[in-house]
């Protein structure tokens, strides 16, 4: 017997009349039925003596007790109001029986509710199982136990009409305001399911951590979705935000101007101001009334001030008092509250963009930090129905009955409205269980009966249709809504990028992240977790450009050996690229490059693939269902991205093209399909003719037809140590007659102004083909003016077309003097501002501005620079430095006296009138003449 199960005896003109059984509920309180106190004192006997109790609070059927001292007993803290009763419910009780106040146990089976009931009883004990006895006398206050919670309390003893001697329970609820607040609990079933499915989902959290595909430090808020499932996972909290906004909005400007007009009001003040969960449907239709009723007034207005009715100064005093951007907060709000209603959502993205860490954050730090019952799946790791699983989960393993488990959560559900939340992730990565969307629309169709189950989904985007569009199809709208996550805006960019950095502990040498570089990696999360992958802890990391070939290269070296370390007992390099290659294989034989279909791999093979697919992003898993006269499923496999694949696809071919022919034959097909891997492979052949096998697959490249347009493709892809004197020569060559790729290259010849980090090849190639022009002043200014000519504008500030430039100088010279506050990046790229000489009669004031930045922030560089360009061969370059020179700010401090020195020295300024200041100021002087 539990040792908070004490006896109680009353005593009326000091001897014990009365006989019963409490039960210790805190150090100094015990609870009993209210007629076991009948007499005129009341003591708790123990093993060495008794302790006196007084009444300290009480109902018509029940007494808590008070002791002075400390009792010596631990307290009962398993009181429920929770828990079901009925005709199924097990139940036993444990006490004292007779004036002798012997132990006794009772126990039966049903727990029937009395209804109207008496004042001191409400429930019957039915079916006595074990216990009989003839008198059940002392039995009185004696806890009822179900499911491992106390229930109530024993009362009476009766015989029914059959002469048998039966007992009557009051349920807990009836006096719980007699009991501490720590001795109440939920049931014993809704405490574990809660902790098991915390402990499942931060199991499956911390195992996609481990695998990376849950980086917790590259989360990024997606737009208003993760707001949309708080509404969707907890609806009344949210919808009493929702209310508490609505009330915050000021329409009074609004209604100002619709009285004056006569035009309808937006009234708030109907809405409640709070919600109680029985509330919800109700007030949630009632919010999303008045939310679509206030925007479409609001869309009224607009359609009166668009249609002209008005005079000009009653549109714009009514324009005035109408905030354009409430309507589309109210939208907003609207479509929040159409979450609070929904039981199932489906999320769909791209590949690799971000959709298991949004869910795996949603989960860990709303979901599981704010106690929710959440079951968390991999969608991979279904072997059979989600249904089965499901049911499995809820039941706790069969420890429960599944009817039973229903019911609680059910009840939960009316008196809070929060549901059990279930997230499975990445349907379409499951190939294991066939018929895998029939078996979705299954378990669906099973939670619809489930209102207390809201289920999230995701999948890719790619094969949306084929893989789930039956399931898409068969759900009604006012329950299942598909979300295409669109996150790719440039906060999503930086944040991305910044998170991904700092997980992979990559550190950039500041000032050298080119934002070509930038927008290539948040671009396509998948290249950008490639790169960090491979660059793992890199420290001083130049971030010009990316290498594509490279990056891929080191990357597969990197899962080879990340394999090896998981299985040393097997040539885990070996078997990776042989996958690789197996997988290449089919793709050209059958001339598709996705769809691969799993039984063409061994059972090694196959075993790899699922460690791919379950903790990596190099492939996809798929289940796709081909259409005809008979509708087969298959598992198939295909490549996460596409730029590996072609990467993979170019190794293969190239390693198994036995001579020329071979290849030009194959290379001869692509080109006559026009096939969707002709780019890729175009690409990633003419890196490895250009770089580590150019000795052998060089010379056969050249010989392609289309080999000079690839050269000038892709030429800028390839490292600075690949470069080559000859390829120098060709691109100044290329400059100096003005050819069709003198933009491209001049272009990239200005992404390497750091010399330092691209000593082959860098922006001093163009000093040199403009050093060349100046010979002739007229070629001189054609070439700048077609490559860095400031496009001129309409009456409305665009562009005309026909007069843009590739490198606009006005932008670039901008650009500059942004940057020119950043002392270490002028010293890096100090170069660009030696350009802004040459180029500097397109824009003077621009260029001064730029020059007065860096003369302040950093006066050595601009000297230094000035210096060596003041006495450049040319007296344009000379004149250009002397306006520089005239244009700078003092600074009052040895500088000065440096620019002084220069322009002293300036042999254009020395053939200059004394009172000439600047050129700009001889012109401005002519014209005033």
Known sequence: MEDYIVRIQSAAEGNPVYFGTGIVVSDHEVLTARHVVSGESHVLVTENGSIPLSVQNETDAAVLLHADRRLPFRSADIFSVHEILNAQSDWTSDGYITSEQAPHSVSGHGIVKQEPAPIDWNHTLSNIESGHTKNYEGLS????????????????????????????????????????????????????????????????????????????????????????????????????????????????????????????????????????????????????????????????????????????????????????????????????????????????????????????????????????????????????????????????????????????????????????????????????????????????????????????????????????????????????????????????????????????????????????????????????????????????????????????????????????????TIDADSLFRRLLDRICEYMVENKTYFHVPMEIFDIQQQKLIRGLLENDVVLKGEDVVEHGLLKEQAVVISFTFDEFRDYCLTNYILRNSKDEKTFFGFWDMMVDETQTVLEGVEKYAFYLARTQNGGALLPIIKKLPEYDELYWAFIWDIEDKYVTEEDVLLWKNELLREGEYTGIIIQHLLWRDDCDYFPTANIQLIFEVLDEFLKDLNRYNRLINRIFGIPRKDQWGTVIPRTQTPIPFDQFVKSLGKRASNSQWSQLHRESFRLSIYLYDIGPWDAQEAWNRLYGASPEVAVHLLREMNTHARSLIQGNVYDILISLEKRDDDYDLQILSLREENTFGKELPKSCFSIAQLFLDEDDE
Not at 362 to 388: D, G, H, I, M, S
Not at 519 to 548: P, S
Request: glycine content about 4%; hydrophobic content about 40%.
């Open 141 to 568: 206050g004696a806890p009822v136990f179900s499911r491992n919670r106390i229930v109530g309390i024993l009362q009476v003893q009766e015989t029914n009409s059959s002469g048998a001697l039966g007992l009557r329970m009051l349920s807990v609820e009836v006096f719980r305001e007699l009991l501490p607040s720590s001795s109440l609990r939920r049931s014993e079933y809704e405490e574990l399911i809660y902790e098991k499915s915390a402990v499942f989902s931060e199991r499956h959290i911390e195992e996609n951590k481990r695998s990376r595909k849950y980086i917790p430090d590259i989360f990024v808020e997606n737009g208003p979705y993760k707001e949309r499932l708080r509404y969707f996972a907890d609806p009344v909290l949210f919808l009493k935000k929702a209310l508490c906004e609505c009330h915050g909005l000021d329409f009074t400007r609004i209604n100002q101007a619709a009285e004056i007009y006569e035009l309808p009001l937006i009234n708030q003040q109907a809405l409640p101001c709070s919600i109680a969960p029985e509330q919800m449907e109700k007030v949630s239709a009632g919010l999303s009334d008045f939310l679509s009723a206030a925007s479409a007034i609001l869309d009224n207005y607009d359609g009166l001030i668009r249609s002209q009715k008005l005079c000009w100064e009653d549109h714009y005093d009514f324009w005035d008092k109408i905030n354009h951007s409430l309507k589309y907060m109210l939208k907003d709000m609207a479509e929040n509250i159409r979450y609070t209603n929904l039981q199932f959502l489906l999320l769909t993205q791209p590949a690799g963009q971000g959709k298991t860490n949004f869910l795996c954050d949603f989960t860990e730090n709303f979901l599981l930090k704010k106690r929710y019952c959440v079951w968390y799946f991999n969608a991979y790791e279904f072997y059979e129905p989600p249904a089965n699983i499901l049911r499995q989960k809820l039941s706790l393993e069969g420890q429960y009955d599944i009817s039973y488990a229903k019911q609680v959560l059910e009840r939960r559900w009316r008196e809070s409205k929060r549901p059990v939340i279930v997230v499975i992730d990445g349907l379409n990565e499951n190939i294991s269980l066939p018929g895998f969307e029939q078996a979705l629309i299954g378990f669906l169709q099973e939670c619809e009966a489930l209102p207390f189950v809201k289920v999230i989904m995701s999948t890719r985007d790619e094969l949306l249709e084929e893989r789930f569009g039956r399931m898409i199809a068969g759900q009604k709208p006012e329950r299942f809504l598909h979300v295409k996550l669109d996150t790719h805006d440039e906060r999503f960019k930086r944040r991305i990028f910044a998170g991904y950095l700092r997980f992979f502990n990559i550190d950039i040498r500041p000032n050298t992240l080119r934002n070509r570089t930038y927008q290539q990696l948040t671009g396509d999360v998948l290249l950008l977790r490639f790169f960090c992958e491979v660059h793992q802890g890199a420290r001083q990391l130049y971030m010009y450009d990316i290498y594509k070939y490279a990056v891929f290269e080191q990357y597969c070296a990197k899962k080879a050996e990340d394999y090896r370390k998981m299985d040393p």
